[in-house]
């Protein structure tokens, strides 16, 4: 502390010695752009934010530190602003002063307010430059000094090392050089504006911090001005670093506003959709952007998907800024749902580059392989089973809503050999694929590990061969579609006899060498019944398990049930939330017609893009309380798509087929929903436009296509069972439909021949009595207590609300036309909500509790 002491006096005594001198290294000030999708609130220090790009990466907090990263290089950590007011020396470190974070895609900026001073620091990442930029805003009623300090490191993600580094001011740039003996590595840091004010030892990095100073004199020269502060870094030769820098410094602005251009044109050219619920809008388009910042061009490797980001500190990885295959094949199924297909085959040619000689594909590969023998040093490449099966339903899945056989083509000697792999792991000869031979599945350590066959890998496996046989069609290959279809329909008889638990009514997590199934309730098995692989009745019960406190909680799924031995609220396996384990849930109860227990699930989800780490969502969080533990990633892929996935295919209820022309719009909107615009909803190069209207008593939706021809489109709106349709209209006339009824949804279904003409759909209905979802208002830090909604069945004029509450508890649930009702026990009608009170129990505890609900005969009126 001592040492400390004596060095930050000396650096003050150099900033005060330094003589006055005219502003130089300024640009002229530009205006920032309005964002609809900007996020602001009081800055939290500690909290995460990142700024990145394909090249580059800002990974710090809401203090304002932060560590800089050129992929694969971490170039230096602990940036920090502090101040020096007139002619004091005692600093005012930023991270005391900042007061405010505004986030858009484009722009982070911190402000920092003193009693004399406001600035705010804009940090800017470009796509496509191994670079960032910040931008002091500075307003100023005295002189003042700005002290940049930082931890210089160059060091390659882990595992690699290298050594020999060091930093040094150089003048004439007025900047610090980062480099290494060498002369592969290297970094540059620094302002026009700046001097140096430290001074390291030519052969190796020091303990302290690198500073430089950017001194204001006066500060009306600095009024409608920019101060830049620029990084460049990565592998080469120090000339193509220089570069980077000069150019970044020569034109802010043009890099600014590429970057805004970039993430508008994003989500120009994607599903863009409008809701009444603003917070859901925002979320899906933040996830747009989420992740697209995990798109990395490693200059070694080439351009995939990471499956997270975080600030390493003092170790040697940003969060999970690796390359995961089962990350990118989970997240390709959002990416391909809201339409973008290109990045989709991008991430998946890039996987396939990795593929074993045998077929199986990489579970993880470091961005650091160009310094490491990766492969064959290291046991971590291919440890997972799950992936290669995987990829083959993602595969699948690209050639669904793209049409892109010729990508199938080019990679279907690859896709062979992944299948041929996945056959030869059921040793067993049951069907599927065995964990013991394939490696690790849902969980990677712990006591339910040491089984023959998971459910979800299991699932995953059924998927996949459903998926071969279709994909052999396409190719032409009637022979392998003949046995992948046959190897389906094993694998999904074996799916539902060795999984289903009568006596428990759940699909059970696993089962043993002898047979004997592992009785834990898991979300795993949501996997297989968002691919709908269960029987209907099966898929229902167990998703209600699921429903019910032991699983959920206000801010996700557990991973595992409260009640279960193993569990642990904070253990990554045994216990904590996973928002894309509740991504699965979600989506299946959709699938199943669970809308009110499905909107719940979502919403829980949306909420994670403004709770820590702005318009990202966190990996992982506790299974008892609504936090994340300290080492949980604030930007996590799988997680976003917990956002995106149960949107787009469970609300929206959007499902297409660029192969058999034909798209499907099931929509599962809150009763109370009066109006949803959908634009740019791409199946292979056809696009499609929706926009829905509901009244009391209507329901009309306007559908637009573009190079639509030769398409069927399928419309199949859901409605609360008992309602009573009494027309449906087609461009005027009057058409009749199937239907279907699961549960207590009601669902007509509308098929329509697509020309490329607008084509307008009337449903004329007499309602029934709606129930609203429920939303808990949940803060962080809070514990699970929101009302759980486990069912609603109708029987006649008889409906039963399942739910579950905390004891002692009163809820409101909301709904529609409750002048319909004619008795109910278990509840209170006030106006359009029903009062639910839970009888007293013991305290935290979760009681179940029924509603039911006598609906007067409409048909004697």
Not at 166 to 174: D, H, L, P, S, V
């Amino acid at each position: 502390m001592k040492k400390h002491r004596i060095i930050l006096a000396v650096a003050i005594m150099a900033v005060l010695w330094s003589p006055l001198r005219a502003q130089e290294g300024l640009i002229p000030a530009f205006n920032l752009k309005p964002n609809m999708l900007t996020l602001e609130r009081l800055a939290r220090p500690g909290t995460p934010f990142d700024k990145a790009g394909r090249k580059f990466a800002i990974l710090g907090d809401e203090s304002g530190s932060f560590e800089a990263w050129a992929y694969p290089l971490k170039l230096f950590r602990n940036f920090q602003f502090s101040f020096l007011v007139g002619t004091s020396t005692r600093p005012v470190m930023g991270k005391h002063i900042v007061r405010h974070i505004n986030v858009t895609p484009e722009a982070t900026t911190l402000t920092y307010t003193y009693q004399s001073f406001t600035i705010k620091a804009i940090y800017i990442t470009p796509i496509q430059t191994a670079g960032a930029i910040i931008l002091l805003d500075v307003r100023s009623t005295v002189p003042m000094t700005i002290i940049c300090g930082f931890l210089p490191v160059m060091q390659p993600m882990w595992p690699a090392g290298i050594g020999g580094q060091f930093a040094y001011w150089n003048n004439k740039q007025k900047a610090y050089i980062i480099s290494e003996s060498g002369g592969k590595n290297h970094a540059i840091v620094g302002s026009p504006a700046a001097s140096g004010i430290s001074y390291t030892p030519a052969h190796m990095l020091s303990d302290n911090p690198s500073e430089f100073k950017i001194e204001i004199a006066d500060p009306k020269k600095v009024d409608g001005k920019y101060i830049p502060i620029i990084l460049a870094g990565g592998p080469g030769k120090r000339e193509q670093i220089t570069k980077i820098y000069e150019t970044l410094l020569s034109s802010p602005e043009k890099y600014y506003r590429d970057t805004a251009d970039h993430y508008q044109n994003l989500l120009k050219n994607t599903l863009h959709v409008r809701t009444p619920n603003q917070k859901l809008n925002q979320a899906f388009d933040w996830a747009k952007i989420s992740f697209d910042n995990l798109m990395v061009e490693n200059p070694n490797l080439g351009l995939g998907m990471v499956a997270g980001l975080g600030a390493s500190g003092t170790s040697g990885r940003p969060g999970f800024g690796w390359f995961f295959g089962g990350d990118a094949y989970i997240n390709s199924l959002s990416l391909l749902s809201y339409g973008a297909h290109s990045t989709v085959r991008d991430l998946l040619a890039f996987t396939q580059k990795w593929q074993r000689k045998d077929g199986k594909m990489a579970h993880e590969l470091s961005q650091a392989e160009g310094y490491v023998d990766w492969w064959n040093d290291y046991h971590y490449g291919y440890i997972h089973g799950d992936t290669t099966p995987y990829y083959i339903a993602a595969m699948y899945e690209y050639l669904r809503l793209s049409g892109d056989t010729q990508f199938i083509q080019e990679s279907w000697t690859s896709l062979k050999k992944a299948f041929s792999w996945c056959v030869s792991t059921d040793v067993n000869k049951d069907g599927l694929m065995d964990n013991k031979k394939a490696g690790l599945g849902a969980l990677e350590y712990g006591a339910l590990t040491g089984i023959e066959s998971d459910i979800y890998m299991s699932a995953v496996w059924v998927r996949a061969a459903y998926a071969m046989s279709q994909m052999a069609e396409a190719a032409g290959s009637k022979s392998l579609a003949s046995q992948a279809e046959a190897i389906f329909q094993k694998a999904q008889k074996a799916f539902n006899e060795k999984f289903w638990d009568e006596e428990s009514g759940f699909y059970a997590y696993a089962f043993n060498s002898n047979g004997q199934r592992v009785k834990e309730i898991s979300p795993w098995n949501a996997v297989g019944l968002m691919w709908e692989l269960g029987t209907p009745e099966r898929s229902q019960r167990s998703l209600e398990k699921l429903c019910s406190s032991e699983l959920s909680t206000d801010w996700g799924i557990r991973s595992i049930s409260i009640k279960s031995k193993y569990f642990q609220p904070l253990n990554y396996n045994y216990g904590a939330v996973w928002p894309f384990l509740t991504n699965w849930v979600t989506t299946a109860l959709y699938k199943h017609h669970l809308p009110l227990q499905g909107y719940c699930a979502l919403m829980s989800t949306v909420m994670h893009t403004f709770d820590n780490s702005l318009g990202n969502l966190t990996e992982v969080f506790s299974g008892t309380h609504y936090i994340w533990p300290q080492e949980a990633v604030p930007h996590q892929g799988f997680s976003t798509s917990g956002v995106v996935l149960p949107f787009v295919k469970g609300l929206l209820g959007l499902e297409g087929d660029a192969q058999k022309k034909s798209i499907f719009f099931a929509p599962h909107f809150p009763a109370d929903w009066s109006n949803v615009t959908i634009q740019n909803c791409m199946v292979g190069s056809t696009g499609f436009s929706f926009n829905y209207q509901r009244t009391k008593d209507k329901i009309s939706v306007r559908i637009t296509p573009e190079n639509a021809e030769g398409f069927r489109l399928v419309f199949a709106p859901a409605l609360t069972l008992g309602s009573k349709v009494n027309a449906i209209k087609v461009n005027g006339s009057t058409v009749d439909c199937e239907s279907m009824t699961s549960g207590s949804i009601f669902q007509p279904q509308i098929s329509v021949d697509i020309q490329d003409n607008p084509v307008l759909i009337e449903i004329a209905f007499s309602p029934t009595l709606e129930i609203l979802p429920f939303i808990t208002d949940t803060r962080v830090g809070d514990r699970n207590n929101g009302l759980k909604i486990i069912s609603v069945h109708r029987d006649g004029l008889d409906v039963t609300v399942n739910v579950e509450g905390l004891s002692g508890h009163r809820y409101r649930l909301g709904a529609l036309n409750t002048d319909l009702i004619k008795s109910i026990k278990g509840a209170e009608i006030r106006g359009s909500r029903l009062i639910i009170n839970i009888p007293d129990g013991d305290q935290e505890e979760f009681l179940p509790h029924a509603v039911q609900i006598h609906l007067q005969n409409t048909d004697e009126k």
